[in-house]
C-alpha cells in the first residue's frame, strides 16, 4: 500500500546523501518533494501541512546543522514525524475488570467488518481469551451466516439468535449476549454491528442504541484503507454521532495510496490499534505507528519477524535442528530442509516476510513477482523422493530424477535444481558455522557473502606475495603446511576456530 510514498521519500533522501551541510535551499528542497510524495499518498492536507511544518522548524534547528551526518539526521526526524501522525505509542486493548469485556465493531457497509470481527476473535483466542461473536448485522442478506461460518472457522463462539436478512432486534440481541456471556463463561464479547453503504441517521442511531444498551469497554471503528481520504470524513461523523474509542485498518493488503493510515488518527485524535493486511483469519495483528514508519521508510520490521517466528516455530523443532548443526552440515538432510520450509510457510506470505527485511523496498518487483506455489512444488518433489535419497541426495542419478519428476509431476530439471540448491544450502551452513557470514546476501550487514566482497578476497589473494627472504619463505610454507596436515585429520585451523560463528545473546533463545 505504501509503495508509492515510500519511493518517493527515498529518491527525496538519496539526493542528500554526501552532503557535509544542508543549507536553507536543501531544507526547502526536501520539504517540498516530502510535501508531494504525502499528498500523491492521498493524506488529508491539514496533515500534510503540520507534517511539513514539523519537518522544516526540527531540520531548521541544531540537532541537523551540528550532526556529523545531516542527511540520515533528516531521515531520523521524518521517521519520528511519522511515528507521531500515526499515532505515537502503541495503544493496547483496554479489558473490564470484571468480565466480559465488551467491544463493539462499528462502520461502513464493506469496510470488512464481520471478516475481522473473526480476525480480532482468532487474535485473542490466541491471548488466552475466550471470545464470544455476536451476530447484530440483522439487515444485511446472509450476514448472520456469514459471521457463524468465520466464527468456525475461527474456531470461536458465535451469538446468533435471530436470522437476520431483516428480522430481529439488534439492540436486544447485543443486551442479551452479555448475560449469554456471563453464563457460558465468556470473557470478551464481540458486537459485529450493521453498516450501510453511507453515513446516515438510521445507522447513527441504531449504532448509539447498541453503545448504550451494553456499554462497551471498546469501541472500535473499522475504516477501509483504500477509500482514501473519505475514510477520514466517515470516521470524524462517526466521532461526532457515536462516538469511538479506536481504529482498525482493513484491506491494507491493497493497491490504494495509504492516505487514510496517515491520516485518521491524527485528523480524529483516536489511535489506530488494529490492522488487517490480508483475506486470511490470522493476517491480523496490533498496530505499532513505530514499526509503520519504518517500514515506509523501508527500515524493515524485524521486531514483527522475529515476533512471527516465536509463535511459529517449535521449541523442540529448533532444539532438533541446532543438534544436528552441531555435528556438521552433512546431518541437514532433505526432510529436515522440507521441515524448515514448511515452519516458514506458516509465517506467513514469502513476500510479506520479505518485505519486513530492512532495504527490501529496492527489490519489492521480484519480491511481488514471486510465485509462492514455487513452495508446493518444492515439498512435492522431495516427498516423492525415497527415505534413502532424502537422506542422502547424492545418490539421486538419472534414472531417479525422471522418477521423482514424474511422481511430483514436475520436469526433470527441477529436480536437478532443487538438489543443487540443497547443496548450496549446506555449503551455506558450513559457512556460517566457520563464521564466513551468509554467502548471496548483498548489502545486509554482517550477513557476508556479497559480490563486491567475494571479489574483493579474490583479489587480495591473487596478489599475495611470497617473501624474498629465504628464512622467512621457509617458515612460511611450513606453517602452510602443518595447516593442511591439520586439516587432513578433520581439525579446523587455530584461526577458524577462533572465529566460529557465534550468535547474538537476544537470538540464542530461538536455538534452543
Request: net charge neutral; glycine share 10%.
Amino acid at each position: 500500500m505504501f509503495d508509492t510514498l515510500s519511493d518517493r521519500l527515498a529518491a527525496t533522501f538519496k539526493s542528500l546523501r554526501g552532503k557535509g551541510r544542508l543549507s536553507p535551499e536543501d531544507i526547502d528542497a526536501t520539504a517540498r518533494e516530502i510535501r508531494i510524495a504525502l499528498l500523491e499518498a492521498d493524506v488529508a492536507l491539514p496533515v500534510v501541512r503540520d507534517f511539513i511544518k514539523h519537518i522544516k522548524e526540527r531540520a531548521a534547528g541544531e540537532e541537523v546543522s551540528r550532526a556529523l551526518n545531516p542527511a540520515q539526521q533528516v531521515v531520523k526526524i521524518v521517521n519520528e514525524e511519522l511515528v507521531g501522525i500515526l499515532g505515537g505509542e502503541t495503544r493496547r486493548l483496554r479489558f473490564a475488570k470484571q468480565p466480559p469485556t465488551v467491544i463493539m465493531l462499528a462502520g461502513l457497509q464493506g469496510a470488512g467488518k464481520t471478516t475481522l470481527a473473526g480476525k480480532l476473535g482468532l487474535w485473542l483466542k490466541n491471548q488466552g481469551h475466550s471470545p464470544l461473536l455476536v451476530a447484530c448485522d440483522l439487515q444485511r442478506p446472509n450476514a448472520v451466516t456469514q459471521l457463524s461460518v468465520v466464527a468456525e472457522r475461527a474456531g470461536v463462539a458465535v451469538y446468533a439468535p435471530e436470522p437476520g436478512n431483516g428480522v430481529g432486534d439488534p439492540v436486544k440481541v447485543a443486551e442479551d449476549s452479555v448475560t449469554y456471556a456471563k453464563d457460558k463463561v465468556h470473557d470478551v464479547v464481540i458486537v459485529d454491528t450493521a453498516g450501510r453503504l453511507g453515513i446516515d441517521q438510521e445507522l447513527m442511531r441504531q449504532a448509539a442504541d447498541i453503545r448504550d444498551a451494553v456499554s462497551p469497554d471498546e469501541v472500535l471503528f473499522v475504516v477501509d484503507a483504500m477509500i482514501g481520504q473519505d475514510a477520514v470524513n466517515t470516521a470524524e461523523a462517526f466521532r461526532d454521532g457515536v462516538g469511538f474509542d479506536g481504529v482498525v485498518l482493513s484491506k491494507l493488503d491493497g493497491d490504494a495510496r495509504g492516505g487514510a493510515a496517515l491520516s485518521v488518527a491524527h485528523v480524529t485524535g483516536k489511535q489506530i490499534m488494529f490492522a488487517s493486511n490480508g483475506e486470511k483469519l490470522d493476517e491480523f495483528d496490533a498496530f505499532h505507528p513505530d514499526r509503520m514508519a519504518s517500514r515506509i521508510l523501508d527500515m524493515g520490521d524485524l521486531l514483527s519477524l522475529i515476533e512471527k517466528a516465536e509463535q511459529t516455530f517449535s521449541q523442540a523443532e529448533a532444539e532438533k535442528m541446532a543438534s544436528k548443526l552441531a555435528k556438521g552440515p552433512k546431518e541437514f538432510t532433505l526432510d529436515d530442509f522440507l521441515s524448515q520450509m514448511e515452519q516458514v510457510r506458516k509465517m506467513g506470505s514469502l513476500s510479506k516476510l520479505l518485505g519486513m527485511l530492512p532495504g527490501m523496498g529496492q527489490m519489492k518487483d521480484q519480491i511481488n513477482n514471486l510465485d509462492e506455489r514455487d513452495v508446493d512444488r518444492t515439498a512435492a518433489i522431495i516427498k516423492s523422493m525415497t527415505p534413502g535419497e532424502r537422506a542422502e541426495p547424492t545418490i539421486i542419478n538419472g534414472s531417479r530424477r525422471a522418477r521423482i519428476a514424474r511422481g511430483s509431476g514436475v520436469e526433470v530439471g527441477a529436480v536437478k535444481n532443487l538438489v543443487e540448491r540443497f547443496f548450496e544450502a549446506r555449503k551455506m551452513m558450513s559457512r556460517m558455522a566457520q563464521g564466513g557470514g551468509m554467502p548471496g546476501m548483498p548489502g545486509m550487514p554482517g550477513m557476508g557473502g556479497g559480490p563486491g566482497r567475494q571479489k574483493k578476497k579474490q583479489k587480495q589473494a591473487k596478489g599475495k606475495q611470497r617473501s624474498g627472504n629465504p628464512m622467512k619463505r621457509k617458515a612460511e610454507e611450513q606453517a602452510a603446511l602443518a595447516r593442511k596436515e591439520q586439516a587432513a585429520l578433520g581439525g579446523a585451523p587455530a584461526q577458524e576456530q577462533d572465529n566460529q560463528f557465534e550468535l547474538p545473546d537476544e537470538f540464542k533463545k530461538f536455538m534452543g
